[in-house]
């Protein structure tokens, strides 16, 4: 069983990592859509249960948390999402 799984086969991650700078028991996860359709919403599921989650940038900055039972992460065509994820 991988660490992260995503229910669509157009959204793939591209980066795990943990992060760089505020709370560092946090992971970042990257995710990009790779077809070039204009939104998909994927489900987002981990080996660990996800006690937060958070919508980032690309310096990894947090710009608004999310809800994580399910963590359903809206991307659009060939975007890259940042999110901060505590286990």
Known sequence: ESFFALDKPN???VDVKRA????RSEYV???Q???????????VRS????KRAAR???VEARVHDLPTGPLVVPVGGH????LRLAF
């Open 47 to 50: 080996a660990f249960p996800i």
């Open 11 to 13: 959204v793939m991650v």
């Open 79 to 82: 975007e890259t999402v940042t």
């Open 29 to 31: 996860l990257r995710l």
């Open 33 to 43: 859509e790779i077809a070039g359709l204009p939104e998909t919403r994927v489900t």
């Open 20 to 23: 760089d700078f505020g709370n």
């Open 56 to 58: 980032g940038n690309l």
